[in-house]
Structures are given as structure tokens and as C-alpha cells.
């Protein structure tokens, strides 16, 4: 994926000629000189107020570019603002890469429910692990396992929730999962989040944000 520099853009417009600070001034220059070869000969322009309109000009053309390299400069103070995501964990829906590390998943069971049920589809949506989690749990680390205890090959899951009252079925929905941030691109207005696995996802598809657990603080058994 390629990612078009602002300062590139503007650099190519600056050596290319055709960006519409040098199209105005091309114009006026055109205007002067028209103005110059049909004065009245008896009642020339005076010398100062050609300095003065080439001075008006200048003065325009400067506030032109400056107005120009102050909008770029704003584009890419805003890329580098993008350092402070990369290495958060954002809490994302959509799937996560499994790779042998357990994933953190936020279920939201339904209220009331009795009986709730974490469902785990594979990238050909098929249904790959499905285990019984407690209707209050908010937070739920899973380990790759299926039903048999078998770790499942590395690859993208999906996670769903099924919620039950009384055996009947109240709701479905979606598992958000925490996932490691690994690069922050900005590409044609939108930041683009890269992920493990070689996933992407747009900044805006992200519901939380937070810093890694540091290892040094866990709790020792």
C-alpha cells in the first residue's frame, strides 16, 4: 500500500509550473503588458505605479504560498501524531490474528440472560470453537483452543456472543477483541491502522484505546 506524501505533492506542484500561484502571475504579467503597449504615449503610467501594482502582487502571490505551506504543514504535523498509536491496544471488531498468543476478547452479554455462549468462526465462517462463559463476563481471554482442546492453526477469527434466558435464544452479536497496533499509515485523508496478520482497518472502526499491560506489574501466584 503506498502512501502519497503532502510534501510531495506540493514539491511536484512546485517544480511542475502549473499550480495556480504561478498561473495567476503568469496572467498578470500578460495584463501589465497589455497595459504597457496600449498607454497613451502623451500620458504614460507612472514608473511608481507599476511598483506599486508589481508590489500588490507580490504581496498576494507570498500570502498564496505561505497559506499553501502552512495547509501542508498541518497534514503532516498530523501524520506524526500518529506515533502515538502505534504499540496501544485498540479494542476492534471484525476478527483478530491468532498466532499462538491468547486473544482478550470484551463480550456484553445480553441483560438478563442466564446462559451465554462465545463463538468462535474461522475465515471460511465456519464455526470452529464454541464454549459456555459467564452471563456477567465483560472481559475474556481466549486461549486458540477448540472444543478438544486442540490449538487451532494461525490464522484471522471472528467472535460472536449467544445469549439465552430460559434455553431461548434472546440475542447474537459481535465480540470486540484488543489487538496490538503495529503501524499508523495516513493515506488519502483516512488513517489506516496495521495490525497483525497484515490486517488493516480505519482508525474510526476503533471503539477503545489503552496501553499494553506491562509484564513487570503482573501479579506473581
Known sequence: MEID????????????????????????????TTQMQNQDPLNPMEASD???????????EQQTYTNQLLATMIGQTGLSDLGGWVGMEARI????????TPIELTPDPALG????????????DEIVDSRSIGPDTQSYLWDGQDAQGNTLPDGTYRFEIESRLDGE??????????????EARYQDGVTM???PGGLFVESAMVTGLRRPADPSEAEVP
Open 50 to 60: 507599476f511598483a506599486v501594482q508589481l508590489a500588490t502582487f507580490a504581496g498576494v
Open 169 to 182: 435464544e434472546l440475542d447474537t452479536q459481535p465480540v470486540a477483541a484488543y489487538i496490538p497496533i503495529l
Open 93 to 100: 471488531y471484525g476478527g483478530a490474528h491468532f498466532s499462538g
Open 193 to 195: 491502522l496495521v495490525l
Open 113 to 124: 440472560a442466564d446462559e451465554v455462549l462465545l463463538i468462535v468462526r474461522n475465515d471460511n
Open 5 to 32: 506524501s503532502s510534501f510531495g505533492n506540493f514539491a511536484g506542484n512546485a517544480q511542475g509550473g502549473s499550480s495556480p500561484g504561478q498561473s495567476d502571475f503568469v496572467t498578470f504579467l500578460q495584463m501589465l
